[in-house]
């Protein structure tokens, strides 16, 4: 491993594989209003940049549709009550945070989901390894992703500097918050975007397993 002492890792398609529970929602969000619904598929292709970009592109006409506020409302809803239905960390990745902070390494994680779901989904999934979680906080003027501002709350919040630290996604949001955050960016092959979509945004290092985090 080279000289990373924190890694600040994006949750969905990094950490967590949620696409089902987020397709779910979402169909349920736009069978609720009579809105078509979508394959998993396209869903997939829609997350990576928080719920409200996950609707924009799924509602019909997106923010300009008058019924687009309580269609995300109940979205939100929806997925506080189903986030873990099927939601479940990808093959490897507990043993891998478990490494991580054996070797005193500091865990943070930064994500574009609202923030009571960030931080409930680590506190079920990640109680011992993750140490701070930030989602989006609308509210706070806390920008959210692609902005560096959540990871550099999360590093506040550990009471660390950027010196050694690395971000790890699975998005070209994320390689842009890397970048933003002047952070080095591991890309993770096994999340929503695949290798030639990220090194087409500017991937430069790519991970194709959990346990290769270990040796990068």
């Not at 292709?45 to 509602?59: H, K």
Request: overall charge negative; hydrophobic content about 40%; glycine content about 6%.
């Amino acid at each position: 491993m080279r000289h990373y002492d924190t890694f600040v890792f994006d949750l969905d398609g990094t950490l967590l594989d949620t696409l089902t529970d987020l397709a779910s929602s979402t169909n349920y969000a736009l069978q609720q209003h009579g809105m078509p619904l979508h394959t998993t598929d396209e869903v997939r292709r829609f997350v990576g940049n928080g719920v409200r970009r996950l609707m924009q592109l799924a509602v019909p006409g997106g923010e300009a549709n008058p019924l687009f506020e309580s269609c995300l409302d109940t979205f939100r809803r929806h997925y506080l009550l189903h986030s873990l239905d099927t939601t479940r960390p990808y093959d490897g990745i507990v043993g891998v945070l478990h490494e991580l902070r054996a070797r005193g390494k500091r865990v943070a994680v930064v994500s574009n989901k609202f923030d009571a779901a960030t931080k409930e989904l680590c506190r079920h999934f990640f109680p011992d390894t993750v140490e701070v979680a930030i989602g989006e906080h609308e509210a706070e003027g806390i920008r959210r992703k692609p902005a560096p501002d959540t990871v550099a709350e999360a590093l506040r919040q550990l009471r660390v500097t950027a010196d050694g630290a690395v971000y790890v996604g699975d998005s070209d949001v994320d390689i842009l918050t890397a970048r933003n955050a002047q952070l080095p960016c591991i890309s993770v092959l096994w999340g929503f975007r695949d290798r030639d979509f990220l090194l087409a945004h500017g991937a430069t290092t790519l991970a194709d397993s959990p346990a290769a985090l270990l040796t990068l």
